[in-house]
């Protein structure tokens, strides 16, 4: 393994060095069962949350926040940059006609008035409206917030009294996409302004699709979670210089078949040049309608309207390993290939009518979608149709770096269900991350997590099985407790191009 320009150390997962946090993340939220059948509504307002509703999609961190600290799950979400809570007084969380309305319960809350630690910063500061209309808003507050064993002392973060979703979000974008008008210091600044790292940069290892749990590195890199070199790719540079997102630039995606032959579609059928949001906050990944077509063709997808979604045949999930979508960027040339069997949801109910198209007469839901489906319903206008956002469906697959010290993304092929950890500590000095090479190969087969939180079908991959057991929430209507929205990364970049036509602040 080759090291440039960084200190060598081993961390325990969920243990903190002087320089390093380490946790686990989780998928879905711990203790709750999702994938209600009964649940779900072919004319559902959003395809994103009729994903996330059903298979209970999201990574989910555990913190406390205050004195004493009081425990709360939150969404990890590397698409926004806010960190919000939500309030015990919320009206999703005391209301049960709105818990009928939205098919869900709140997870925890907050109460600021049993932390010492407690500060007002802005009433009624917080505001923002997502594409299908909903909204969460509250006022600024700091408190004391602890993740990993660490305290980030009077975190602001947004004290959230009208909610659509049943959890809070923990944003680790730059700070030029937070909601405020005047803009402050994040989770990532503050980490970095404490000492508690080293440099503003973290880790996404998220691992296979059909285990619960992945993990987050906050000023570290853990070289035995990818295989081979760790590509350096340049973050978009938007005109102004204000990095505001995680984008980098996008050039092809191939589908590679059992027999070897190979389907390329460049980014280059768009007549633009493309750029593509990494977004650990979305469930599946979305691609302009000229690069999804010729792989809807190729995997004979089909479309439904009411669904609004591209379904594919179930026998997929059962397909070798050799049918791969590969994804490719420059300027590195960095490619990050994914199992088509990774992108098999099977999540829709046994009452779906079965496809005379497909020759297993089951449907799957497509982790690879159109964004034309948002031209389509009106949710974004003037073209903007055409942007790229890569989701949990992509990054499974990869070990990906996220540096807003040196604007930079570091990516690499993940080595799934690693059970080692070799770990570099990162440095803010210096004009890039460190050249560093991880595992020579895929060191481990799959085994089954013993607590399995996704639900439905086939949801675990080749072969496997979901328990089919079912959790009733308020209302009886057994919804998952979450309600997703495509990601706000997404938002504010379409926000940023359109002039402010879609986010009220």
Known sequence: MKLQSAAFLAVASGAASRNVVQFNVTKGLPGIHFGSVRSLARRDSHPEQLVNDISGGGYYVQVEVGTPGQNLTMLLDTGSSDAWVLGHDADLCTDRDLQDVYGMTCTDTYDPAKSSTNKLVKPDGFKITYLDGGTASGDYI????????????????AYVTKAVRGSGILGLGFSASERAATKYPNIIDEMANQG??????????????????????????????????????????????????????????SLTFTNGTDLSVPTAVLDHPTSAVLDSGTTLSYLPEKMTAPLYSALNTIFDADLRMTLIDCAYLHTEPSLLLTFTFSPTNARISVPIWELILDILPASYPPPPEFPSGKACVFGIQSTAIFSSTGTVKGGMSNFTLLGDSFLRSAYAVFDLTHYQIGLAQANLNSTTSTVVELSGEGTSLPSLT??????TTFTPTSTPR??????????????????????????????????????TWIFASLGGALIAF
């Open 196 to 253: 508690l790292i080293g440099c503003k940069a973290f880790s996404l290892y998220l691992n296979d699709r059909r285990t619960d749990s992945g993990t987050i590195l906050f000023g570290g890199i853990d070289t035995d979670k990818f295989i081979g070199p760790l590509s350096i790719l340049p973050l978009y540079n938007p005109p102004g210089g204000n990095y505001s997102s995680f984008e980098v630039n996008f050039t092809s995606i």
């Open 438 to 443: 991880g595992v020579v190969a895929q060191q």
């Open 142 to 157: 700091s408190d004391d917030f602890t993740i990993g064993g660490i305290t980030v002392k009077s975190l602001q973060m």
């Open 454 to 491: 996704v639900l439905g079908g086939d949801e675990f991959g080749p072969g496997g099985a979901g328990t089919g057991r079912e959790e009733n929430t308020a209302g009886g209507a057994g919804r998952a407790m979450l309600r997703e929205v495509l990601a706000v990364t997404v938002v």
